[in-house]
């Protein structure tokens, strides 16, 4: 079996990469960083939505390009490689997502095309501080239609004008459609590690929202929402390691200490080797979770927890061996490497910890045992 991109996937990426380079260099990157507040690039998304990139996998029928998994994972490597500061992740892996799995017809026809055109930014709203989300300890509460209580951190939440929300109900927990642009709904800012990827504080206060899904089953289908999530920003992790990985390896030809290029010091060598070997686990388990969820396949809560457990460890190690490789000069602000260590903390916090992901990948391993041990 072949896990590699087609050659028309390739082609893709090939062009993304050249495109993202045009728009979206570094020093973009940091004047979001130095604005505090800003929390994206508003010209870069436009032009990012002008490529079509937000419907590559929304279905044809509700204003997509039906290209398909696969090539939005190709996608989300290249805006992860150039840390491109954008709503995407936000919005097309989690709410659009949403939106496919729970919403009903209606919802899909009058949200998916808005979403597919770039004309509305939408996040997905669960966390509610510090610690494990528990479905039976929700505050956020939906009752007689009106959605009360406080989100926080919201990634996207201040650039977002629609967000699903996870909130506790008569019937249980339930996902709620909510326009934030309603009075009843506050926002600030959350100060994090990555201004680039703004956070927000919500709070609603009687906010009219709308089940999608069925009542009751909101954990689930936040559950199904987050391990495709879990795949596709692995493909954003994978995409900032390996450049992490090449910029170390860059210095460390460049850099001489004592008369030597530090890339011949046996030291240095390990460190790229290590980091080489974490990328190539990482972007294995991301190409089975691509394949677990173009196909749909019955292993894909396993390969979702598997690419994001590998795929988190693997942009962590590379963010700080980069770091590390370059020295002095590689803990001060002009130099790059403290965006990608934010970008590698920021990405392995979205929809859930590293160890939670661990939990639940352990979670599913003992239960693919037990049923292949039944089946036997």
């Not at 951190?153 to 709620?176: K, M, Q, R, T």
């Not at 990827?197 to 559950?223: M, N, S, T, Y």
């Not at 190690?317 to 260590?341: M, P, R, V």
Request: charged letters at 20%.
């Amino acid at each position: 079996m072949n896990f590699d991109y087609t050659d028309e996937q390739k082609s893709l990426k090939d062009e993304a990469r050249r495109f993202l380079a045009a728009v979206s260099p570094l020093t973009a990157v940091r004047a979001v960083l130095e604005e505090p507040g800003i929390g994206h690039d508003p010209a870069l998304w436009k032009r990012i939505c002008e490529q079509g990139w937000c419907g590559a996998a929304i279905p044809e029928g509700y204003g997509g390009l039906g290209m398909g998994y696969v090539d939005l994972c190709a996608l989300a490597e290249e805006l992860g490689r150039s840390l491109a500061p954008v709503p995407f992740a936000s919005t097309i892996y989690q709410f659009a997502e949403a939106l496919v799995i729970a919403g009903n017809e209606e919802q899909k026809q009058r949200l998916l095309p808005l979403v597919s055109a770039g004309e509305i930014i939408g996040t997905l709203a669960a966390s509610e501080g510090p610690g494990v989300l528990r479905s039976d300890a929700l505050k956020v509460r939906y009752v007689d239609g009106k959605l009360s209580g406080t989100k926080v951190p919201v990634i996207d939440g201040l650039a977002a004008n629609w967000a699903i929300v996870l909130a506790a109900s008569d019937e249980g927990s339930v996902l709620v459609l909510v326009d934030l642009s309603q009075g009843s709904v506050q926002r600030e800012v959350v100060a994090t590690l990555d201004p680039t990827r703004g956070a927000a504080r919500i709070h609603f206060d009687g906010a009219a929202g709308e089940v999608i899904g069925q009542a009751g089953q909101g954990a689930q289908l936040l559950a199904r929402v987050q391990d495709h999530a879990a795949v596709l920003l692995a493909f954003e992790q994978v995409g900032g390691a390996d450049r992490c990985l090449e910029m170390a390896r860059d210095y460390a030809l460049e850099r001489y200490a004592f008369g030597r290029q530090i890339g011949s010091y046996q030291a240095i060598k390990h460190k790229l080797a290590d980091m080489f070997i974490a990328n190539e686990v990482g972007r294995a388990n991301a190409y089975y979770g691509a394949w677990a969820l173009s196909t749909q396949a019955p292993e894909l809560p396993l390969a979702a927890a598997a690419a994001r457990v590998a795929a988190s460890a693997a942009y962590w190690q590379a963010s700080k061996e980069n770091i590390q490789t370059h020295g002095g000069i590689g803990f001060t602000w002009e130099a790059d490497c403290h965006l990608f260590y934010r970008r590698a903390r920021h990405l392995g916090l979205v929809v859930g910890a590293p160890r939670d992901w661990k939990r639940r990948l352990a979670t599913r391993i003992e239960q693919q045992v037990a049923a292949e041990g039944i089946a036997a």
